[in-house]
């Protein structure tokens, strides 16, 4: 496995859909290549600190008005139909 | 060291059980017109539908009519849910639609299809090779990080960050968001590998290990 190639498998890595073969290789590649394990280590970092983060805070004050409004133009669509 | 897992993981999973989502009875019940059930549904998705549609749109007061319209939307066409999906995923693809003809209406957008702008391979390559240390969490607070990872994701393509956004910041399965977004399975995993690869050279440059004598 050379460095092109461990890229193409990383998304399927990170999902844990490799075959056992497939992660071997990349073990032995990684254990030898400091540029992928920085890559593969960090990419898991990006992955990592992103999921499930709201970085765009939902207020309650927010929710509720959101809440309202839907019902609201849900109500009056079923009054009209 | 984060490689443990390459020797301690199943080589196949076991399958999945089929188990009847909870949305099937209340969508049931709000097709035979129990506007409460419509309403706890509402309730359950309305957060994640405004965080899709301004993780897309990058505007607040389009992500809050958008969620409106698709909620309406949802109500008008119950009826042509056929329960193939689940419901949150069928909800996400409306979302994900209103959400894109809202940028294409925009006329300051340079983008205006999903396809656009991931023909370039531009940042795709790996060029940043600094371990992140210490780690993000220590080098930031809460706040400060919530703001880098705003920032960093807003300079994402929109056809890399909605699907970025729905696979690792929503959590769907590649292929909820593959029919969410109206895109093959490989071409979600195509364009999710160039995303997170892409924002990981983004973020490089604020948690990649400092140099000595370079200021934090």
Redesign the interface.
Known sequence: MNCTDL??H???Y???KL??KL??E??TH?AGC??CR??????????H????????E?SDE??ER??T???T???A??RKS | MRFSHLLTMPAIQSPATEEIHPDVALVARAKAGDTAAFEQLVRQYERQIFRVAQHITQNREDAEDITQDAFLKAYEKLDQFQGNSKFSTWLVRIAVNESLMRLRKRKTSKTVSMDEDVKTEEGSIPRDFAEWRPNPEQQYNQAELADILRKTIQGLPPGFRSVFTLRDVENLSTEETAEALGLSVPAVKSRLLRARLQLRERLSRYFRKKQEGQPA
Do not use: W
Not at chain 1, 38 to 47: A, D, F, R, S
Not at chain 1, 49 to 56: A, L, S
């Open positions: 890229l193409s990383l998304s399927d990170f999902d844990e075959s056992p992660l071997e990349i073990r990684t400091q540029h920085v890559v593969l280590n960090t990419t898991e970092q990006t992955i600190v992103y999921k499930g983060k709201e970085i765009y939902v927010l929710r959101l809440h409004a839907i019902m133009k849900c109500f669509s079923k």
